[in-house]
């Protein structure tokens, strides 16, 4: 089916963005270090580390080379990185992009649990893998959620934080459309709907988004770094919609009471 071939992308669309994000913690770590709590000695010795382990994370999706672990530990990372880092920030800097980065974040490591859930392998740190894969969907629906809300309210294409996106026409009618399929997808998530079909349309969708509106500031100045997060950014998230499109077995089926094969 061409669902299948779409989806089988899910992986290296979630993974590739990893290896960039990786070498960008060495490209700009004067900048990164500054994401790291002060209350946390040896910001650099941390901004390398976690550069080191993206770029081994995703590297090791990509070749299939231990890459049940490399995503299971892909997820635990960035879990960790929201409790220590982004949920601080939305209270150290109120307003909507820290808080909504934290849900981007959320978005990001449930494709990694689910995808570690999937792959042959032995299974370590069955526990985590299990349980992160079991409430991923559910932290995918409130994701979308939380971003169709911010759409609605503020008009506004925010549900990737980071660049400003590039304008063009009809820019009012895809905001809004977006936040109405993101509450749709949702809706099919949460009461398990149809679920394999409408997680791989909005993949689809969000790689669509993604391109129109970031894929052309990397045209103008090709050396933007912040650009190139934000359209990383919503690769990984299209690719973690590809990722659970495949892990739902069969349409109709509750996503979370399906067993997870170790």
């Known amino acids: 089916m061409l669902v299948d071939k779409i989806t089988k992308l899910g992986r290296y669309f979630l993974a590739i963005p990893m290896v960039v994000f990786g070498i960008q913690h060495f490209l700009y770590a004067d900048f990164i270090v500054h994401l790291v709590p002060a209350w946390i000695p040896g910001g ?4 390398y580390l976690a550069g080191a382990a993206l ?91 939380v971003f169709g809300i911010e759409l609605f309210i503020h008009g506004k294409l925010i549900f990737i934080v980071g660049a400003r996106p590039y304008e063009i026409s009809g820019e009012a009618f895809l905001i809004y459309f977006t936040g109405i399929i993101f509450f749709g997808a949702a809706i099919a998530i949460l009461f398990a709907k149809s679920v394999r079909t409408m997680a791989a349309l909005l993949g689809l969708y969000i790689f669509f988004i993604t391109v129109i509106f970031y894929l052309p500031l990397l045209w103008t100045n090709i050396y933007d770094a912040q650009a190139w997060a934000t359209f990383l950014k919503g690769i990984a998230m299209s690719g973690s919609a590809f990722i659970l499109s495949r892990e739902t077995a069969k349409e109709g089926t509750a996503v979370l009471k399906e067993s997870i094969p170790f």
Not at 44 to 47: D, E, G, I, K, Q
Not at 95 to 104: A, L, T, W
Not at 107 to 117: K, Q, T
Request: proline share 4%; hydrophobic share 60%.
């Open 55 to 145: 770029f081994a994370a995703g590297l090791g999706i990509v070749i299939n080379v231990v890459s049940r672990l490399a995503a299971t530990l892909l997820g635990s990372m960035i879990s960790i990185w929201v409790v220590l880092l982004h949920i601080p920030r939305v209270f150290q800097f109120p307003g909507d992009s820290e808080f909504i980065n934290v849900f981007n974040a959320l978005f990001i490591l449930s494709g990694a649990y689910l995808l570690s859930a999937s792959l042959p392998g032995k299974a370590y740190l069955k526990q985590i893998c299990m349980w992160g894969a079991k409430l991923s969907p559910y932290l995918i629906a409130v994701s979308l959620t």
């Open 44 to 47: 650099l010795f941390w901004t």
